[in-house]
């Protein structure tokens, strides 16, 4: 019996070994050496290029914003901004209402500017600028996927920052008159920021130019590459807009390295392969041609007498004499199991394509091609099982198809037919991330999960404004301009102990919304 070391797998395995070993070395050198440069530069590209964007957008208000920051130092203790406000507009409205009281001819005063204005007007001015900037601020954090973008207001004196633009939301605590946690933003947050540990902010803020480097940051908030770009507006210098990214979170660079070290690994695996793809075809490769031949011959003759042919040919111990052999077996094993493994694989094919059929048919609208009422129930079942567990951030939209009727007398059950296609289209695009359900003939639902439970506010007005817009629409045919109403209701368990109440309560608001619209349901 001849040593293991005779064996194909061992003889492969160290070749493998060294061949890899080499590559990955030399691989990881050239990476190495090329990220250095490369990391840091996609970083300060990237930052410097948001920064500007920000720049731009207050340079743009010029001098509203001075005056917005002026008041800012010197009354955002004062201020009561609600903490978990999305928009600026009611806080706008608030202002301009303020505004044209105290404008009114009645009142006998000529206002001609911001600080002859009374400071209950003054305040919702702030009020409202100060939610139009931080939403500005959060929305380029979000748009650009970074973790924290800023406006600093520097006291260069005590070399303190203050956030006047916090990126991170912070709660107002208690002051000693009311206690109001968590209702309104903490302002004014200021830091003492030592001038010898974070010189690229003070050198930046002092020479009122970018700097080509980053101040890096490495404590509780994470560990981030911090960009500074000076606000300056109409030639006086007003604080540090600051940007930042996460370290782990920079790819493009990595993908450039990754491609260099591909590059270097590709030209070492060519030579490497080379090389043993030549030893390999002059020790080995040869037998297996052979026997890849009279595979081939097998195939086309299916005649079994090739494994005898095979088995004369066999000579040694090694692997490439077993496989000789055991192919031999195989052409014999095969000979007696192919029309049978043939019959088995034609009825599990034919087997496969009735369950499909069956399961469109039982699940399936014919006409929408969406879930029908069956795959509902299914799906509620699935539901208040897993409600169980705890499952509790789910929701049902109803949606009904007005004058449905209507169309089917006076146009046509096919023209009746368009308009349930064009309503089941517009309710799966507007709720594709979760499953919809034509139950009744013009009764559709929509059980939401995930993005669409956490937007279905925003999902419900576009769903309104869509249907507005084509029941309005006067160049379509009249089963083109779809009119539907819709109700939803989000499951609480304080009040709903299965799926069917949160339906009903939804079914109640679609008909509500249905009186709504004068829209209900013809007998």
């Not at 060519?270 to 011959?297: D, H, P, S, W």
Request: proline fraction near 2%; charged fraction near 25%.
């Amino acid at each position: 019996m001849k040593k293991r070391t005779d064996g194909l797998l061992f003889k492969f395995a160290l070749i493998f070994s060294i061949f890899t070993a080499f590559a990955l070395l030399s691989s990881g050198l050239a990476t190495y050496f090329s990220q250095m440069k490369s990391y840091k530069a996609q970083c300060l590209y990237t930052v410097k290029k948001i920064g500007d964007y920000l720049e731009h957008l207050i340079q743009e208000s010029g001098e509203d914003f001075i005056k917005y920051q002026e008041y800012y130092m010197k009354h955002f203790a004062e201020a009561d901004i609600p903490y978990n406000f999305t928009e600026y507009l009611t806080a706008q409205r608030e202002y301009e209402r303020l505004l044209a009281q105290t404008q009114s001819p009645d009142d006998g005063e000529n206002h001609t500017g911001f600080n002859s204005l009374s400071e209950e007007v003054r305040m919702a001015y702030f009020v409202y600028i100060h939610e139009y900037w931080l939403l500005t601020f959060e929305n380029a954090r979000k748009a650009f996927s970074l973790p924290y973008t800023y406006y600093l207001v520097p006291k260069e004196n005590i070399y303190n920052m203050v956030y006047m633009i916090d990126g991170e939301r912070s709660h107002k605590g208690f002051d000693g008159k009311k206690a109001m946690e968590g209702k309104y933003l903490y302002l004014g947050d200021e830091y003492h920021d030592d001038y010898d540990k974070y010189r690229v902010q003070w050198d930046t803020w002092f020479t009122g130019q970018k700097q080509n480097s980053f101040q890096v940051w490495n404590n509780d908030w994470g560990h981030t590459y911090a960009f500074y770009t000076p606000l300056i507006i109409n030639g006086q210098k007003l604080g540090l807009i600051g940007t930042e990214i996460e370290v782990k979170d920079v790819n493009k660079a990595i993908l450039q390295n990754t491609f260099v070290q591909t590059s270097a690994v590709g030209i070492v695996l060519v030579v490497c392969i080379g090389l043993m793809l030549f030893f390999i075809n002059t020790r080995y490769i040869k037998k297996i041609i052979r026997l890849e031949a009279n595979l081939q011959q097998y195939t086309r003759e299916k005649n079994p007498d090739i494994a005898s042919k095979i088995e004369a040919e066999t000579s040694g111990k090694n692997e490439i004499s077993s496989l000789y052999r055991q192919s031999a077996h195989l052409i014999l094993e095969i000979e007696n199991y192919i029309k049978n493994l043939f019959a088995t694989a034609q009825k599990l094919k034919i087997t496969q394509e009735q369950a499909e059929k069956m399961d469109v048919l039982a699940n399936r609208d014919p006409l929408t091609g969406i879930r029908n009422k069956n795959a509902y129930d299914s799906e509620v079942r699935n539901i208040e099982w897993k409600m169980q567990d705890g499952f509790k951030e789910f929701g049902i939209v109803m949606i009904d198809l007005n004058f449905l009727k209507k169309i089917n007398d006076t146009f046509g059950h096919e023209q009746g037919n368009v308009t349930i296609k064009k309503l089941s289209a517009i309710t799966c695009k507007i709720f594709k991330n979760s499953p919809v359900f034509r139950i009744g003939g013009d009764e559709f639902v929509v059980i939401i999960e995930g993005e669409d439970f956490k937007n279905i506010e925003m999902r419900v007005l576009d769903f309104n404004m869509r249907i507005d817009g084509l029941s309005r629409n006067e160049d379509l045919e009249p089963w083109e301009r779809v009119s539907a109403a819709l109700g939803y209701a989000l499951y609480d368990r304080e009040v709903d102990s299965n799926v069917l109440n949160v339906f009903r309560r939804a079914d109640k608001a679609m008909y509500a919304r249905k009186k709504e619209m004068k829209a209900v349901r013809e007998d």
